[in-house]
DNA sequence: TATTGTTATACTCTATAACTATA
DNA sequence: TATAGTTATAGAGTATAACAATA
């Protein structure tokens, strides 16, 4: 029982249960664009650690669901500014809604005790994550 | 701070870490067909989540990587049997250990009290996977 | 007829290499 | 020349629909 095994288990359900529409990239790379605000193209591939080519069709097909927009840089003409859309967060505050909401009916199948750990891991778990990212 | 989004965090890291070569169902498929032997496409694909034609072509993949074979049925002439081959079982288990030795060196950078708890989480959220699954 | 699996087709997502535009 | 981004090309991975073989 390891953890790697038991992470990869968890996020396999999770995404077998998730509403469709919406790749995990770009689920993460709206999640950025909504809490950081406008960014270049380069410091998003980045971060999520895809190559600039990825980003760009990411991008494209973001912009093309009406999820988020493509700026021009006043600074440099060379540079892209990824905007996140009215649109794009309404359906990112409604995926993770609705994910929280499948977490939580199935934690309740869970016994007392194990709810309690989970829950005690948590900070922990989050702790981890950023660790690594 | 959600469950559902630090597994997504989690498992988004671990995966840019893991060494190249075995897509996520591939190791995945791997891995039952290791725990639980030979077994029937149709019964793979339902066990993965997926179709039965996206199964077909992972296993063909498998099978061109000399990782699993196909064998007939002696009972049902309909019927393949995926199995896993001493290749595929290597690959699948130093994978593991990469993965395993890769998490232990990050809780290392953990307090104590952070490891303890996700230790003490751990059969709970396998628990949790399993009732998902 | 029903079941098992494959083939055909199409789309997402990713990578590397070659390219264009701007600095 | 260096940097930012796009386009070209290729491959994995997925789905639905149509098909072939066996039961």
Redesign the pocket.
């Known amino acids: 029982m390891d953890l790697a095994s038991t992470v990869q288990r968890l996020f396999a359900a999770l995404r077998r249960r998730s509403p469709p529409g919406?790749?995990?990239?770009?689920a993460s790379t709206l999640s950025i664009l909504d809490a950081d605000g406008p960014l270049?193209?380069?410091?998003l591939a980045s971060r999520e650690?895809?190559?600039?080519?990825?980003?760009?069709?990411?991008?494209?097909?973001l912009e093309r669901d009406a999820l988020a927009v493509?700026r021009a840089?006043a600074a440099?003409?060379?540079?892209?500014?990824v905007e996140i859309t009215t649109a794009g967060r309404d359906l990112l505050h409604h995926r993770r809604r609705v994910r929280a909401d499948a977490v939580t009916s199935l934690l309740a199948q869970l016994p007392a005790e194990d709810r309690k750990s989970i829950e005690a891991a948590l900070p922990a778990l989050d702790r981890l994550a950023s660790l690594i990212s």
């Open positions: 919406l790749s995990l990239t770009a270049r193209l380069t410091e650690g895809v190559t600039q080519p990825a980003m760009t069709q990411l991008v494209t097909r493509r840089s440099d003409g060379r540079v892209v500014l």
